[in-house]
């Protein structure tokens, strides 16, 4: 309990840290979103509006930390989804704020065979005007931000949100 109650307090200050780090919030958040770099672990950069274009399926993005006990809880239950769904929606988990190695020990600790990246900086959150981890979000096959699901989602929510987006 009192190793949950340290994560969510950390969680919390580096998402206000975040937040007031920023220059300032984007409206526009939908077109700067899928320009924005993103380092994939198999050593690709690309954007997510890149990655939507070039297999024309949705996109759900998970951001995530390995010091975010949420986080962790969500892993099992995404890597599930894109084992149900790999052949129609592609999965992408960004690390944000962990060291490269840590990320990956967590990623290979988990078994995640979906695409992985990392945001050192937090510029996804940033640009989403998102405080804390976890975020998800769901991006529809013509590159349109469909939800933005903010804090621990559930495998019914994610059921549902899923099937929007198919």
Known sequence: MRKLLIAA??????GIAIF?????????????????????????DTTLGDLVSE???????????????????????????????????????????????????MINATEISYLTGSDPEGNFLIELGVVGLPATVFISKQ?????????????TDLDMKISWIR
């Open 9 to 14: 307090i950390l969680a919390l200050l580096v």
């Open 20 to 44: 007031f780090l920023s220059d300032s919030r984007n409206e526009s958040a939908s077109t700067d979103l899928f320009s924005l770099p993103v380092s994939l672990t198999d050593g690709r």
């Open 55 to 105: 297999t024309g399926r949705p996109l759900i993005v998970n951001f995530w930390a390995t010091w975010c006990a949420p986080c962790l809880e969500e892993l099992p239950m995404f890597e599930s989804s894109n084992q149900r769904f790999k052949d129609e929606i592609d999965f992408l988990g960004i690390n944000v704020s962990d060291s490269p190695t840590k990320a990956k020990e």
């Open 143 to 155: 590159g349109d931000l469909i939800d933005l699901h903010i804090g621990q989602i559930s495998s």
